[in-house]
């Protein structure tokens, strides 16, 4: 999402999910480049793919059977790529589902920017902390967690099981137990047996709890400070044994693909997904949504499918069937087709939307990780070009600086295009604007060299604070004028095609009128349809009225028609 982070905050084309893409919003808080610019130095990379004084960029000749543009799209989040924000009940079987992986929480400040899970000693009334972020030896000597500076509590929680993990600090070193003397260290690159604990929860309460390491002793904090697993006593659970600890998650937790998968293992994953994906989107939504006034549809897919039905763990195999269905279904009622590349390998963003594992952001990293992205889209492209519904292929969703670097994008972007151009020479090519980056014009002069491309940003006024205040006409104003005047920024005469992806007529307004609420969405559709390329209603259905655009429609907040 835009200015959201549904499952944590995205800060659109100039973004501050949740998911609500968290279940979390995070907002995209688009383009006030000058309120929400940040700066980051990055990691140099392979050189950017040079940029040529380009043609001028004409649109490609699309079948008649296309939509017109601009269009007026809605978006099926939450079906092939979850989020728990969106369907709650999907998590609900998971056993000790509030451990599940544990991750980026909206508008946070730092790059690893994650929910903590915190342990403190029940004895010494100190902390388990890793000096640095890791690296070193894990100690026991803090009496507050809330030095950022100096160091970070155990971060990451990575879900082997119900009750088995490892535990990754915010320096990316796993926790295990040194070489000798059971003496708990943060120095693993990778999880191996020694890496792995079990969190014996209290039968009272449930965030008391021992850690069981994979010596068979329970980790405990000794008077010194150190942190030993060598304690071989049962408890009674108070406070005067050592092996006991006080564990408390800060922030909000990932509720995406990979945590449902992980959370319920592939057995109990794969029917409750299977009976997800036939039962969530059917055709007859489909008919609803072409009888509405809507001309496409944006699909999120995830990098998985390329690979089913055998996708690799902990994914379960079943979504491509669904995407097929998908296809017949707008031939059927001459509904466009945007697939969107939602979640990619190694996750653009730290949020649940792009199935980050733990809030960490991996993407773009390597020529490899750029490489096997490129293959997704070559499949997706390849499988779907002759349908006459395909009308775009959007290479990712919200790729978020500065993790994502410019040059990592523009390579992938330039590799993307051609692999959707080896089997389609009609289908658009959507490239998302980064969030974070402060300029929403950054991809203009690349983008304007390449036939059918298209500028995707996202517009949002829910979650960030600048919002929290604003009346029912600040509101609208804001849309009419700064979202209106970044959308005109980006659409110029012989660049790409302008695409406002994600937008919802949600506000932080409270008790707001029916009225007021037609008034907004209103607002709305009158600016965003000046993109030329037309704009995309997040989303179809949600547990929440107005982030549902079927519920918005049959309701009579949203009309399309006349």
């Known amino acids: 999402m835009g200015l959201v982070c549904r499952g944590g905050i995205r800060l659109g084309p100039l973004v501050v999910k949740p998911q609500p893409r968290l279940g979390v919003l995070v907002v995209l808080l688009s383009l006030c480049a000058s309120c929400l610019s940040s700066s980051f130095a990055h990691a140099k990379r392979t050189p950017r793919p040079s940029v040529q004084p380009p043609p001028p960029s004409q649109p490609v000749p699309a079948p008649a059977s296309y939509p017109a543009l601009p269009i ?35 508008c946070a400040v730092y790059e690893q920017d994650g929910t903590q899970l915190q342990f403190k000693s029940a004895l010494r009334k100190t902390y388990l902390t890793a000096d640095q972020g890791g690296g070193g030896a894990v100690v026991a000597n803090r ?17 082997i099981n119900e009750t088995t993990f490892n535990f ?32 014996v929860r209290c039968p009272f309460d449930k965030n008391r709890v021992r850690i069981k390491a994979a010596n068979g002793y329970f980790v405990q904090a000794i008077a010194t400070g150190e942190v030993i697993a060598d304690y071989g006593e049962p408890t009674r659970w108070s406070d005067f044994d050592a092996s006991v600890f006080l564990m408390t998650k800060v922030g909000e937790q990932l509720q995406g693909e990979y945590q449902l998968c992980n959370g319920y293992g592939t057995d109990k994953a794969t029917p409750v997904l299977r009976d997800h ?36 763990a902990p994914y379960v195999g079943g979504s491509l069937q669904a995407l097929d269905n998908a296809f017949k279904w707008a ?40 490489a096997q992205t490129v293959q997704v889209i070559d499949f997706l492209a390849s499988r779907y070009a002759t349908s006459p519904s395909l009308f775009a292929v959007e290479l990712m969703n919200e790729p978020r600086a500065p993790r994502a670097t410019l040059d990592s994008l523009i390579k992938y972007y330039h590799d993307g295009y051609n692999a959707v151009r080896k089997y389609s020479s009609t289908a658009y090519v959507v490239m998302s604007n980064r969030l974070s980056s402060g300029n929403s014009t950054e991809l203009l002069q690349f983008a304007s060299g ?21 009346t029912v006409q600040q509101n609208i104003d804001f849309i009419k004028t700064n979202f209106s005047g ?14 406002v992806g994600e937008w919802v007529a949600e506000w932080n307004v409270p008790n707001a009128t029916k009225e007021e609420y037609q008034k907004y969405a209103t607002a709305q559709m009158n600016v965003y349809g000046q993109a030329s390329f037309g704009w995309s209603y997040w989303t179809v259905k949600n547990a929440k009225n107005h982030w549902d655009l079927e519920w918005m429609i049959k309701n009579g907040y949203i009309s399309l028609k006349g």
């Open 486 to 499: 970044e959308l005109t920024a980006v659409t110029t005469q012989n660049g790409p095609l302008t695409f």
């Open 168 to 199: 990754r600090t915010s320096g990316n070193q796993f926790v295990g137990i040194g070489a000798s003397d059971g003496i708990i260290v943060a120095t693993a690159t990778a999880p191996r047996l020694p890496e792995t604990f079990q969190i």
């Open 450 to 470: 390449f036939q059918g491309a298209v500028i995707d940003v996202h517009y949002y006024t829910v979650f960030n604070k600048m919002f929290s205040n604003f």
């Open 72 to 106: 007026r799209a809605v978006c099926l989040g939450g079906w092939l790529v979850t989020e728990g924000w969106i369907l709650p009940p999907l998590f609900d079987g998971i056993p000790n589902k509030d451990l599940l992986l544990l991750g980026a929480t909206t």
């Open 331 to 370: 031939e059927k009622y001459k509904l466009g087709v945007i697939i969107d590349l939602h979640a990619a390998p190694g996750s653009q963003n730290p949020w649940e939307h792009s199935s980050s594992r733990d809030g960490t952001q991996e993407w773009g990293t390597t020529d490899a990780n750029i």
């Open 277 to 312: 994906w036939s039962t969530y989107i059917v055709e007859d939504d489909f008919k609803f949504i072409a009888s509405s006034g809507l001309t496409a549809v944006r699909i999120p897919v995830g990098w998985w499918i390329a690979s089913d039905p055998n996708p690799p």
């Open 143 to 159: 009496t507050q967690a809330s030095d950022w500076e100096t160091f970070k509590v155990l971060t990451h929680l990575w879900r």
